[in-house]
């Protein structure tokens, strides 16, 4: 089994930054893949980011040029750094890790902009 605790959510103005971390941890052996999920009120959830074990990355197009996903391979931990927020990337962010070929999910990290 993999838990994953997320962090790093909160309130912040437009054109503002967050920086969200996921941490995995329990028998971890084979991290195919870590992602960024993210589901606003009334939509479905969407991918934001996703990293694979070799580095790539592929983005939603509404947050090119703006998000950043990274990986610590020795931490076992996945992060999202936002920038140029706007209202419209408010959500609740969830964490996503393909492990052994089986996904997990993190309980999710509210992300809220003001305008």
């Known amino acids: 089994q993999v838990q994953l605790v997320e962090s790093g959510g909160g309130l912040v103005q437009a054109g503002g930054s967050l920086r969200l971390s996921c941490a995995a941890s329990?028998?971890?052996?084979?991290?195919?893949?870590m992602a960024w999920y993210r589901q606003a009120p009334g939509k479905q959830r969407e991918l934001v980011a996703r990293?694979?074990?070799?580095?790539?990355?592929n983005y939603a197009d509404s947050v090119k040029g703006r998000f950043t996903i990274s990986r610590d391979n020795a931490k076992n931990t996945v992060y999202l750094q936002m920038n140029s927020l706007k209202p419209e990337d408010t959500a609740l962010y969830y964490c996503?890790?393909?492990?052994?070929?089986?996904?997990?999910w993190g309980q999710g990290t509210q992300v809220t902009v003001s305008s």
């Open positions: 996503n890790v393909l492990h052994d070929w089986t996904n997990y």
């Open positions: 990293i694979t074990g070799g580095g790539s990355t």
């Open positions: 329990g028998r971890i052996f084979s991290i195919n893949a």
